[in-house]
């Protein structure tokens, strides 16, 4: 077990010093929005790079086995074979990078999985998503039956209420409980950023997180109100660039809730490769959280492939 994943003891009072330099943030973010987007004949090999990077989730009241086994094989098959075949990327093992669900549907992934004949990993949502306002004892138990159910990746939701009161090392030692409670499965850490007030609440937040043994920081729910933003993602992309040069540990980052279209998953990319470099550019330290997202990517491929808009009818659904 890696150092950040015991968890770094730190002292904590230099977080209540810093500060986000807010109108610096908001303007590389205006850069970000006003870039082209890739070029055609690139474009295809960047949308199947971004199928990798996907969390393909569902996380609804009404989910039931039947709709977690689709969602199961689409993750296998994100991309209609045909497609793959005319680009020469058939056979090639292009998979999303997980499955993402509620911790009483884990078990379905697992089977339906196992079924398939894939090794893609089942990722189980923990804590009391999405409020996070369940008793610790109780949290901490939905992570654990999480993990015995087959979950080898855990996305906890932080306590919003111990960063907007500034309880900074009450914040770490919860995290630190959410690692122990792991155990070998990969911790990512929902800010749920568009309830933490500020950017440098986020940025604070994101440092904590990290110090605490996070494996991955994460945006959103994707139930706020204000999900996965430009702005926020810039603070937390340099927060986890401080965290590296700081003590050589890479953490990963996963933007999540509102992405949708194929065009935002190339910006995504894109802001990942400036801010991190090409080596953040893997699923072990870069994901999308998307329920709709591939089925815009494989309709921008089909359009690639054939020249023409796929009818309703043309693609699977997840």
């Known amino acids: 077990m890696s150092a950040h994943q015991r968890g770094t003891e730190l002292d904590l009072s230099w977080i209540s010093k810093v500060q986000v330099n807010q109108p610096a943030v908001l303007r590389r973010a205006e850069q970000i929005q006003a870039r082209r987007p890739v070029k055609k004949e690139w474009q295809a090999a960047w949308l199947l790079k971004a199928v990798t ?30 497609l793959l075949k005319a680009l020469n990327m058939h056979g090639k093992g292009i998979t999303t990078a997980a499955v993402c669900v509620y911790p009483a549907r884990v078990c379905d992934a697992v089977r339906a999985l196992k079924a398939a004949g894939c090794d893609i990993p089942v990722a189980s949502v923990a804590t009391g998503f999405p409020a996070g306002q369940t008793h610790l004892k109780t949290r901490l138990e939905e992570i654990r039956l999480a993990v015995e159910a087959g979950a080898t990746e855990i996305d906890v939701v932080i306590n919003r209420t111990l960063v907007l009161t500034g309880q900074w090392e009450a914040l770490y030692d919860e995290i630190r409980q959410f690692r122990k409670a792991c155990g070998e499965a990969h911790l990512k850490t929902i800010l749920a950023t568009g309830e933490l007030g500020s950017l440098t609440n986020v940025y604070k937040a994101s440092m904590v997180a990290m110090m605490a043994g996070s494996d991955f920081i994460k945006t959103s729910t994707g139930k706020e109100t204000v999900n996965a933003t430009f702005p926020v993602a810039i603070v937390m992309l340099r927060a986890i660039r401080d965290f590296f040069w700081k003590t050589g540990n890479k953490i990963g980052f996963k933007p999540a809730g509102g992405i949708r279209s194929a065009k935002d998953s190339l910006a995504w990319l894109s802001l990942i490769k400036e801010e991190l470099g090409d080596e953040w550019l893997k699923p072990e330290l870069f994901r999308i959280g998307a329920s709709t997202l591939l089925a815009d990517i494989e309709r921008q491929i089909y359009h690639h492939v054939t020249g023409r808009y796929a009818a309703y009818h043309d693609l699977s659904m997840s």
Do not use: M, W
């Not at 990077?53 to 086994?69: A, C, K, P, R």
């Not at 689709?70 to 991309?79: D, G, N, S, T």
């Open 53 to 82: 990077f996907i969390d393909l989730t569902t996380l609804s009241g009404d989910d039931t086995s039947s709709n977690v086994q689709r969602l199961c094989y689409k993750a296998k098959y994100p991309i209609r074979e045909d």
